[in-house]
């Protein structure tokens, strides 16, 4: 695993502490070798977060910050209580806000931290307390280009532990032979994708022909604690070669990851080279405007027998749910959730991460408010102005508030394509904008 | 939570919990399920042998208040009267689960390794990777173990080669010579566990007995059960034996008083009385193999069928997807990708109405899909 630097602290609720915990952002990040512009984009963040979360803490509470350094990014964890939080600031939309309503400093400020980052998470642990996670990523050159293998010779082997220019030019070969969408984002920047393997965050296996040639790849990252997300089987060899390379590569990731702990493998990338019959369809997603038309199809497999669980469910989801069970054969037990009634907190929060190269947003909520129709439609439109037209929004199972917003979602122009068992805490219903035809 | 996790081994974090199958009541419920036939766990469709059942249903409950013999003394004597052996050569414990992480915990520091194969039980590598001890896993040859190749995975830091023999899942065994070989080429650089779970469902002449094996071989352990043959899974009682060094080291990392005094009683009563039984079990396990190949060869479905009272097959469809819909229908199977045999099932062979049972349900999904 790479070295990896790490600062926490305690921070009293006083603006004064925000430079220096900022000083210490820069510190971190040039000790770990990023350059200036991440090095500032990440003092920035830590130091708007201070001063805006600062200012909500109850009498008596400190901000805890703990920030850590990998070789591929800077990452900033605020840990803090507040009551009734708003963070709208952070939403996607807030600039338009801001301005218009010319709120003060504080939602500006947010704005800037949101902004300044790559990305930003928020989770509810209970109570008033609360977890925001900021990331800034180093920058990585884009791939250059590399010619596809002509010819592949049997016998093939598998690599799992793969030297770094083996998997850059993988990355580099399957970009070159698949649509974006289906490569996973790293691959763009390759050098980024090794990264990522050699601190853990991304797993893969490389296929070699006898002659030693990178003829396939298959790569996989942990989607939540008990599913594994996987992308492939990506093949670099002529048609008759191909089902022969595909079969080692699914074969050798079901058993790299067969007794490691997760219970399910998923994946929104599987290419057309997945042999047949080895994983179940889950349903499937519409195509953007970048696909061939055609639906694409989201499969899994159990990795262990399936013991059941409990998931929330509104009622105008029921049937959805109660039918995507039974084609699945899941056991779960089905609990009643009733849609918010007087919502307290005005303003919603949703993240979003925006990928313009692959035609894809992913939307998830980490705040109810009384907005949260309007907010989404906001989000749906802003993300269509970038001109991406998949826009997927994730639902978990595991928690009654977020499960009791399917009738926003439903308002706001959503469907549910599909629920990936394990794929949050629990389940997690996938919904995909649909435009009006 | 995460905190607490923080001051855990790295190798303890990383560790996925085992979870095993709910009560029945449990499963039949979340499937919808009519009734449920236990096809998962290579028990004995036959139950206990006769003397057993006998001294189960003499148990005194005052003897609950008691603790069991903390070293299985009576049960020891049985075993070294039956194998002619010395009773301190044996350890029993809690299943023979239990006596794995005894080996380990008494052979293995954080750090060492074991070496055993890579389609196999579990628990080796399971045991090795919850103490901090590297597992290094070799693959099958076929649907056997690769002796050329354990022996080469074998280093300085190893200190346990584990050999499951009859394999399972597979059910492919070394024989005396392939074992022989292996020993002698192995030159007593490692322990070498024989794990003979199943070794009591064959009764050909060429499979290797580990009990007269070790008496050449002083470092041979072999590890039996009474969970499989003995119909004894509920009371967990399994055993090793080994040289009278080999065991007096395991010993010391051994928890007493493991085995309960009703499994204690059971197990020795069983083995008074075990021929007859051996011989039923044996002829049910045949009937059934017989019969599921004849389904198997029918559906045109591959399937790996050697020793021990299971057998394996290849589905056309995923493993799990199998697993749920024959739930459904009341039969539960093993699935295999937790075997790294993505898309096999693995079932045990036990009397008539189960085997048809499966084999109706198994037609019906395959139908289906
Ligand atoms: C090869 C093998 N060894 C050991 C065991 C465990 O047996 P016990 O019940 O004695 O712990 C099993 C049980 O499935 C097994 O298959």
Not at chain 1, 66 to 90: E, I, Q, T, V, Y
Request: charge should be neutral.
């Amino acid at each position: 695993m790479a070295d990896c630097l790490r600062v926490a602290m305690d921070i009293p609720p006083d603006s004064a502490f925000a430079c220096p915990a900022a000083g210490l952002a820069r510190t971190l990040a040039e000790r770990s070798g990023f350059g200036q512009r991440e090095s500032y984009r990440f003092q920035l963040t830590v130091e708007e977060f201070c001063l805006c979360l600062m200012e909500l803490l109850p009498a008596g509470e400190c901000l805890r910050l703990a920030m850590d350094a990998k070789p591929s990014r800077l990452r900033a964890a605020f840990s803090f209580k507040a009551a009734n939080l708003s963070l709208a600031g952070l939403n996607l939309t807030a600039q338009a806000q801001a301005c218009v309503e010319g709120e003060p400093g504080r939602d500006l400020g947010l704005l800037l931290a949101g902004k300044a980052a790559d990305r930003f998470h928020l989770e509810q642990q209970g109570g008033e307390a609360f977890r925001l996670v900021a990331e800034v990523d180093r920058a990585y050159p884009e791939l250059t280009p590399v010619a596809m293998p002509e010819e592949a010779r049997p016998p093939y082997r598998l690599d799992r532990s793969a030297d770094p220019a083996r998997l850059c030019q993988a990355a580099a070969l399957a970009l070159g032979a698949y649509p974006a969408r289906q490569c996973p984002g790293s691959f763009k920047r390759p050098e980024k994708f090794v990264a990522l393997v050699a601190e853990g965050e991304m797993a893969g296996i490389v296929a070699l022909d006898a002659a030693e040639r990178t003829v396939g790849l298959l790569v996989w990252a942990p989607c939540s604690e008990q599913a594994l997300y996987f992308s492939g089987p990506y093949v670099f060899a002529p048609q008759a070669e191909r089902a022969a390379i595909a079969r080692l590569l699914t074969d050798g990731f079901l058993a790299a990851v067969a007794r490691d702990n997760h219970v399910i493998v998923l994946s929104f990338r599987a290419t057309p080279d997945l042999p047949a019959g080895s994983f179940e369809p889950l349903g499937s997603l519409l195509a953007g405007r970048e696909g061939d038309g055609r639906d694409e199809p989201v499969v899994f497999r159990h990795l262990r027998e399936d013991t059941g669980a409990a998931v929330w469910c509104a009622p105008s989801l029921q049937a959805f749910l109660r039918q995507a069970y039974e084609e699945l054969a899941m056991p779960r037990d089905i609990l009643p959730v009733e849609a918010p009634a007087g919502r307290t907190r005005r303003e919603s929060l949703l993240g979003a991460s925006l990928d313009r190269h692959r035609d894809l947003a992913e939307l998830r909520p980490f705040l109810d408010g009384q907005d949260l129709a309007a907010n989404l439609t906001a989000h749906v439109a802003a993300i269509r102005d970038k001109g991406i037209s998949r826009i997927l929004y994730y639902m978990d199972l595991s928690r009654p508030w977020e499960a009791a917003l399917a009738d926003d979602l439903l308002r706001a122009g959503f469907v549910p394509r599909l629920v990936l068992p394990h794929g949050g805490q629990s389940d997690m219903v996938v919904w995909q904008h649909e435009p009006a035809a | 939570m995460s905190q607490l996790l923080d001051r855990v081994p790295d190798y303890v974090r990383r560790f996925e919990r085992y979870v095993p199958s709910r009560p029945d009541a449990v499963l039949m419920r979340q499937y919808g399920a009519p009734f449920l036939h236990r096809l998962n766990n290579n028990e004995n469709a036959l139950g206990p042998p006769q003397l057993a059942r006998e001294a189960i249903a003499a148990f005194q409950p005052e003897r609950a208040a008691v603790y069991p013999s903390g070293d299985a003394y009576d049960l020891r004597q049985a075993l070294a009267a039956r194998f002619g052996k010395s009773p301190d050569q044996f350890l029993v414990g809690n299943g023979s689960c239990e006596v794995i992480g005894s080996v380990i915990r008494a052979f293995c520091a954080a750090g060492e390794a074991i070496v055993t194969a890579d389609k196999t039980f579990a628990v080796y590598e399971w045991v090795a990777g919850f103490s901090g001890v590297e597992a290094r896993l070799v693959p099958l040859a076929g649907a056997a173990l690769d002796p050329a190749a354990m022996l080469a995975a074998v280093t300085d830091k190893t200190k346990i080669v584990f050999v499951c023999n009859p394999n399972n899942p597979t059910g492919s065994w070394w024989n005396r010579a392939t074992l022989e070989a292996f020993l002698t080429a192995l030159n007593g650089r490692a322990l070498v566990v024989l794990d003979e779970a199943y070794r009591e469902y064959l009764d050909d002449p060429g499979f290797p007995d580990g009990l007269g094996v070790m008496d050449r071989h002083d470092n041979v352990l072999v590890f039996r059960t009474f969970s499989k043959m003995y119909g004894l899974a509920g009371f967990r009682v399994g055993y090793l034996c080994g040289s009278l060094e080999a065991v007096d080291i395991v010993r010391r990392t051994h928890i007493a008083y493991s085995v309960n005094s009703l499994g204690q009683f059971a197990a020795t009563a069983a083995l008074a009385d075990d021929a007859g039984h051996i011989a039923a079990t044996r002829a049910m396990v045949r009937e059934a193999g017989e019969f599921l190949r004849g389904v198997f060869d029918k559906l045109g479905l591959e399937y790996v069928s050697g020793a021990g009272n299971f057998i394996m097959v290849r589905t056309p469809v995923s493993d799990t997807l199998l697993y749920r819909r024959l739930m459904q229908k009341g039969v539960m199977v093993r699935t295999m990708t937790g075997f790294r045999f993505p898309n096999w099932i693995r079932v045990s062979l036990v009397r008539e109405p189960a085997m048809v049972a499966f084999a109706d349900a198994l037609k019906k999904v395959l139908d289906r899909s």
